[in-house]
């Protein structure tokens, strides 16, 4: 069975743009969280999908935002980008509400 | 409000030594409690869970935790480590929304 698959894996974009981060989930599972992960404030929890409804979401500004498709798939979206955004995103998927998730690599984003 | 604290930063251990990674929780109806592993460069890997009955929960490479309710802990332990075992160690607790509330981690360093 396939993990759960992140892309890109890298990316580096300037100030002010905007990214979009992909998430695959594990096949069957329709839940699906975000994790921004940095040395300075660890993982912290920005939202969590559940059939295309968003059924959690932490305490991040409105810049960041996301969706998840029919297909369970998955994207956050960052608009105007800054300095403090340069972090791992994590995304994690499971079956059902238990807190057991499975991780995939993450995307790395560095903001200049 | 609940919270999860790893007391520890950093641990250094020798190869073949035993481990003991420290975790309380602040969490007040009967926790879901779980530990998972960071290689360097990677996403997270569930090493086991507890959820009710026996406290002693057994996990995967060799890994075990125990649940001390009266002193609001789950510690991981493993008895001999070896240098793979190398990685940031993450204890976290479910809430009543099934939601993860993580601790800082503990950074294992493997002394040869």
């Known amino acids: 069975k396939a993990g759960v698959t992140q892309t890109p894996r890298y990316l580096i974009k300037t100030r002010g743009q905007q990214v979009t981060l992909s998430c695959s989930p594990i096949?069957?599972?329709?839940?699906v969280s975000w994790y921004q992960q940095t040395p300075g404030q660890g993982l912290q929890f920005l939202f969590e999908y559940f059939s295309e409804t968003q059924r959690n979401k932490g305490n991040f500004p409105g810049r960041f935002s996301g969706r998840q498709f029919s297909n369970s798939r998955s994207e956050m979206n960052v608009s105007t980008l800054e300095l403090g955004d340069s972090a791992l995103y994590l995304c994690a998927s499971s079956i059902e509400f238990t807190g057991e998730l499975f991780f995939g690599e993450g995307s790395r984003l560095t903001v200049l | 409000a609940q919270s999860v604290t790893q007391p520890d930063i950093h641990i250094t251990v020798s190869e073949g030594a035993s481990l003991e990674l420290r975790c309380n929780y602040s969490?007040?109806?009967?926790?879901?409690l779980f530990w998972y592993v960071q290689s360097p460069g990677q996403g997270l890997q569930l090493l086991l869970k507890y959820f009710s009955g026996d406290t002693l929960v057994q996990g995967i490479k060799g890994f075990e935790a125990e649940f001390k309710r009266s002193q609001s802990s789950f510690n991981l332990r493993k008895p001999s480590v070896h240098w793979s075992d190398a990685a940031e160690y993450f204890c976290?607790?479910?809430?009543?929304?099934?939601?993860?509330?993580w601790g800082a981690g503990t950074k294992l360093i493997i002394k040869p």
């Open positions: 976290a607790v479910a809430d009543s929304n099934y939601q993860l509330i």
């Open positions: 096949s069957g599972h329709r839940s």
């Open positions: 969490y007040g109806a009967t926790p879901y």
